[in-house]
């Protein structure tokens, strides 16, 4: 192969740039749907027969990247639906995979699922190839909101995946789920507050909970531009956030990033996190990004073009941005500040030339006294409230 | 002097104006089609956006008639707002005559009656030419019925033309070699030169535009603004005819410009007189009148970084902007800034909007205030027209206000909405006349204060565009007075601070207190607005911080682009200024002043 052709993203000269001296994350993007989700801006396709030749696209991908020597210490193959592959080709993905890469031996090994594919024979190739984590995408345990977002299982199917997946050995289990949908407050509430109890009696590792966000270009973008519905307005909106954080936290989760709750550190998602602290990560599949600690790039986002790329021996790159230190300095704040863990004051000092303590001496007093943010151990942390404005205290 | 024709266009605004001169110019080949530039009249940005000119400019151009003989045709263009109405009676002052335009559609509007008057008070040739007859919607008919009743003109002297499509054009040059008499003058007696624009040139310093009346100038002369008996020695006299030609002369009946190594604009003032320093004419020309600023207003610039950027820019500014006026000034809340003078707020907003445009500077401005009077225990006397100098309410045993009347023209069925609002603004001694049927003319004595901020832009909707308005100042009247201060979470803005009328001091700091709200935007606090009267907290509100703004996912694909968004809005904070933790928008500084009706 040709080193020089593609970046080696986790190149140490080059992760040296970043913040955090982790190994790097890769990412595996399987780009089919059996049906497109109305939110959903994630890119896919419906049409299923393209699977074999993105498969060997996709192997040619992971061999322009084989440089990576440093090796990974998290796996995530996600969407798309990955469950939709068969046994067999969800076995091969994962074997092709560790061929062509090293995997630390303690690595983190997700793969999203959904509950209407976890068949006992999934589950279990899954668990034989080496996955350790699934990602169950449930969104709700409420037969209408599962209508609304056009899902295609039902709430008694994604009682029964979970069941089979700890059948099937699994003890990191994440499930994920999505609220603030529109009709009456009151209603809606209760009924995420139910799918919020059913998903807690599972006790699962870990549990992401996404505010529904319309996003543009979606079916849903159409019909709130249309005026046919209406998502919660921004008051209704901080209170889910608030009383489904303070919910998890009572049943003993661990608030560690906007949407995102682990029992104990040892659950957080570890690849996830990698975003939100600057380590490198390699990101293979239509649309999917990579960034090397100073560069950041995407593939092409449809399935032909990638196909075609790298028919013809070429990275399916679409475009690459070089990020400023300025640039990466802001990612870097509404990164952080995303996370419990906060901004590493020190780090950033070395790594910015910036004493945030000094420099935003007075707007961080203010921020400390009404409760937006602390700082402890030399890191600048957001409460829940500074949570859910992150993206502002990320431009004081 | 017989083959010489001074003119202006007068139109409401959008009737037409700059496209017709455009045609003039194009039909008597002074710039052939090709090079042509639309609107050559007016070529600054800022005119042609808001399709107002701001500056007058002249232009000649030759012409031969089909009596078969040459003229040359003066074109004098006129500003056209109400803050510049003395630049236009200047302009008015060299002509002859006017070209009065009509928009066929649109029909007899407040500018065309306005601009009417003033032609009229200056003895002007009128020639009412109805435009944009090429539209679907124009009706000519009607128009010339209003020509008839509304104008009291002959209405069968009217033409018609389409500006856009450039017909009827020769009919108008025709008109204005027929129908507008040639300039009187004695080429023989002492120079008396009209001063009705400067400009500043980078090479050639200040470039003055002038009628000659009597006499002749030429280069090496030796001339005198007679308002403050300043002498220049004459580089260049010339016509403009699109780039400035030089000529041996300029004499009696011309117009055109005199370069005399005038450093800066400020040093001649529209109206002035220029005669000769030897052989100086008995008295100066009639109508001048020292152009003095009526809103004064401070300048920060939002980073303050920018100061001396600010600085340099000003000083640049004001080489072309004569009625400017501004001196160093300091805001406890704002920093190290510049207080300004102006005509009025639309010649602020034009300051404004050059200042970001051309120097690109992101300036705040502080409530605008006029100029106020008090007399203090001590026996002084003095001005106030920055609210951060009012003087300790203890001290003053007298406060006075400016007082203007206000003249407007309108139809009769307006008279009502108009009277309310003039009441409404503490308009006394009205007096009403009817020059015509169905017309009337109002007079009120109000304050300048209440008519600079908002009345200009309520009288023309009041009376649907029909109303014509203009002031002059008259003196200055005992009024009680407080000066109404703002706080943002308790912290005193002084930028915000404006002085007002006792009575009004609630509803004003309501008013001013509501206005911040629409446009603070919600921010990570809750924000606090007060208005308070010395201690006295008089009004208050409060923009609820926002409690969510963050997105639910972040991941791989999503950071890029979730880090442009915060850089767009990063941008947009960068124009707001901090006061305290609040950022404030620009926008709300001016916005205070603004009333519900708007």
């Known amino acids: 192969m040709d080193a020089g052709a593609i970046p080696n993203p986790a190149g140490d000269s080059l992760r040296r740039l970043g913040e955090s001296n982790e190994p790097p994350g890769l990412y595996i993007h399987i780009p089919f749907c059996l049906s497109k989700c109305p939110y959903c801006d994630f890119y896919s396709s419906t049409d299923l027969t393209a699977i074999p030749d993105f498969l060997a696209a996709l192997r040619r991908e992971m061999s322009l990247n084989e440089g990576f020597k440093s090796g990974f210490d998290t796996v995530y193959i996600g969407g798309g639906t990955p469950s939709l592959l068969s046994q067999t080709l969800l076995d091969r993905l994962i074997g092709d995979i560790l061929t062509a890469f090293t995997i630390a031996s303690d690595a983190e090994i997700t793969v999203e699922v959904n509950p209407g594919d976890t068949t006992a024979g999934r589950l279990t190739a899954l668990r034989r190839a080496g996955v350790n984590r699934l990602s169950i995408g449930c969104q709700s345990f409420d037969d209408g909101a599962l209508a609304f977002l056009g899902r295609r299982h039902r709430a008694d199917q994604a009682v029964e995946a979970i069941h089979r997946t700890r059948d099937a050995g699994f003890e990191n289990l994440g499930i994920d789920l999505i609220y603030g949908l529109p009709g009456p407050y009151g209603d809606a509430f209760a009924t995420w507050l139910d799918t919020l109890r059913t998903a807690l009696a599972f006790r699962p590792e870990h549990l992401s909970c996404y505010q529904l966000t319309v996003e543009t270009g979606t079916p849903l973008a159409d019909r709130v531009r249309k005026g046919e519905i209406a998502l919660p307005d921004p008051g209704f909106q901080s209170r889910y956030f608030h009383r489904t954080a303070a919910i998890l936290e009572e049943a003993g989760y661990r608030h560690y990033e906007v949407s995102n709750f682990a029992q104990g550190d040892r659950f957080r998602s570890r690849h996830n996190s990698k975003y939100w602290n600057h380590t490198p990560y390699l990101g293979l599949g239509p649309a999917a990004h990579s960034f090397d600690g100073r560069r950041r790039r995407w593939n092409h986002r449809s399935i032909a073009a990638y196909l075609k790329e790298l028919a013809a021996g070429k990275p399916p790159t679409a475009e690459s941005e070089l990020l400023s230190d300025e640039a990466l300095r802001l990612e870097s704040l509404f990164l952080g500040l995303r996370t419990r863990r906060g901004i590493d004051l020190a780090g950033f000092k070395r790594r910015y030339g910036e004493d945030l303590l000094v420099e935003k001496e007075e707007i961080l007093k203010k921020l400390k006294e009404d409760k937006f943010v602390e700082i402890r151990n030399g890191f600048l942390m957001p409460t829940r409230a500074g949570m859910a404005v992150a993206d502002s205290l990320a431009l004081i | ?598």
């Not at chain 2, 040739?125 to 019925?145: C, F, G, H, M, Y």
């Open chain 2, 1 to 598: 002097m017989d083959n010489i024709r001074n003119f202006s266009i007068i139109a409401h605004i959008d009737h037409g104006k700059s496209t017709l001169a455009d045609r003039l110019i194009q039909f008597t080949g002074v710039v052939n089609d090709r090079d042509f530039q639309d609107q050559i009249l007016d070529n600054m940005d800022i005119e042609r956006e808001r399709g107002i000119t701001i500056k007058s400019q002249a232009i000649s151009l030759p012409y031969k008639a089909k009596d078969g003989c040459s003229y040359a045709l003066n074109l004098i263009d006129t500003p056209g707002h109400v803050d510049f109405t003395y630049e236009v009676s200047r302009s008015l002052a060299s002509c002859e005559g006017v070209l009065l335009l009509i928009d066929a559609a649109q029909g007899v509007q407040a500018q065309t009656l306005a601009n009417l008057y003033l032609a009229m008070e200056h003895d002007l040739a009128i020639i009412p030419v109805i435009n944009k007859i090429d539209l679907p919607s124009a009706d000519v008919e009607r128009v010339i019925e209003q020509i008839d009743s509304e104008l009291g003109l002959d209405s069968d002297t009217h033409l018609k033309c389409s500006a856009k499509e450039g017909t009827g054009i020769e009919e108008i040059l025709e008109a204005i070699v027929a129908r507008i008499p040639p300039p009187k003058g004695d080429q023989k007696a002492p120079l008396a030169a009209l001063i009705f624009d400067a400009k500043y040139d980078a090479f050639r310093g200040t470039v003055i535009y002038c009628r000659i009346f009597d006499g002749q100038v030429k280069a090496g002369d030796i001339i005198r603004l007679m308002y403050n008996n300043a002498t220049y020695r004459v580089e260049e006299v010339g016509r403009f005819i699109l780039r400035r030609e030089k000529r041996e002369s300029l004499s009696a009946g011309e117009v055109g410009y005199i370069i005399a190594g005038v450093k800066t604009v400020s040093d001649v003032r529209t109206g002035d007189t220029i005669t000769m320093d030897n052989r100086p004419c008995a008295n100066p020309l009639p109508g001048f009148k020292e152009v003095k600023p009526v809103v004064f207003a401070s300048i920060y610039p939002i980073a303050s970084d920018d100061y001396e950027d600010l600085a340099v820019s000003l000083e640049k500014y004001k080489l072309n902007d004569a009625s400017f006026v501004y001196e160093k000034d300091s805001s406890a809340a704002l920093g190290q800034g510049f207080r300004c003078g102006f005509l009025g707020l639309l010649h602020l907003d034009i300051v404004q909007e050059r200042l970001e445009r051309e120097y690109d500077l992101s300036i705040i401005l502080s409530v605008p205030s006029v100029r106020y009077r008090f007399t203090l225990r001590d026996g002084t006397v003095i001005y106030v027209d920055n609210p951060t100098h009012y003087p300790e309410p203890m001290s003053i045993t007298k406060s006075e206000e400016p007082y203007i009347r206000a003249t407007m023209m309108l139809p009769e069925r307006y008279l009502g909405a108009v009277m309310k609002l003039c009441m409404e603004k503490r308009g006394v001694n009205s007096t009403l006349n009817y020059p015509n049927p169905g017309r009337a003319e109002l007079t009120y004595e109000m304050p300048l204060a209440e008519v600079i901020f908002d009345f200009y832009d309520r009288f023309k909707s009041v009376t649907q565009g029909y109303g014509s308005f203009d002031y002059d100042l008259i003196d200055y009247r005992e009024s009680p007075l407080a000066l109404l201060d703002i706080l943002v979470n308790g912290e005193r803005v002084d930028a915000l601070s404006q002085i007002v009328h006792r009575e009004r001091a609630r509803a004003r700091g309501l008013q001013a207190c509501e206005r911040l709200k629409d446009e603070i935007p919600r921010q990570m606090f809750k924000i606090a607005i007060q208005g308070a009267i010395g201690g006295e907290i008089i009004s208050r509100t409060t923009i609820s911080a926002f409690r969510k703004d963050v997105i639910a996912k972040c991941y791989g694909g999503d950071i890029s682009r979730k880090r442009k968004l915060l850089e767009k809005q990063k941008k947009g904070k960068k124009r707001m200024k901090m006061i305290g933790n609040v950022s404030i928008p620009q926008s709300a500084f001016l916005a205070v002043l603004k009333s519900d009706t708007e």
